[in-house]
């Protein structure tokens, strides 16, 4: 079982930066796939971005490449999002999943365990 805790959530303005923290509990961390997802109101949960086991490979949705960086310390068991150049449509609820994969998903049903959210606001 794996439990996931979202930290760094809050308001800025488009333009600037926040970062996301993930902290999960498990002994078997570093052998899941870690995604990050966002649900804007009224839309559906989408895909941001994933980190694989061992931190091999990543994928980003196209809309915040270049901007967006998924990390993760499997020593701490921590998974981490920096987010650059942030604008009003990032708005979202940004949500953490792990996936009991060594294989990157994209899709929210692929994902095993998911963390409580937190609220991400930019300003224009």
């Known amino acids: 079982q794996v439990q996931l805790v979202e930290s760094g959530g809050g308001l800025v303005q488009a333009g600037g930066s926040l970062r996301l923290s993930c902290a999960a509990s498990?002994?078997?961390?570093?052998?899941?796939?870690m995604g990050w997802f966002r649900q804007a109101p009224g839309k559906e949960r989408q895909f941001v971005a994933a980190?694989?086991?061992?931190?091999?490979?990543?994928y980003y949705q196209d809309s915040v490449k270049g901007r967006f960086t998924i990390s993760r310390d499997d020593a701490k068991n921590t998974v981490s999002l920096q987010m650059n150049t942030l604008k009003p449509e990032d708005t979202a609820v940004y949500y953490c999943?792990?996936?009991?994969?060594?294989?990157?998903?994209?899709?929210?049903?692929?994902?095993?365990?998911w963390g409580q959210g937190t609220q991400v606001t930019v300003s224009s």
């Open positions: 980190i694989i086991w061992s931190g091999g490979s990543t």
């Open positions: 999943a792990a996936r009991a994969s060594s294989r990157l998903g994209l899709d929210v049903r692929e994902y095993d365990y």
């Open positions: 498990g002994p078997t961390f570093s052998s899941y796939t």
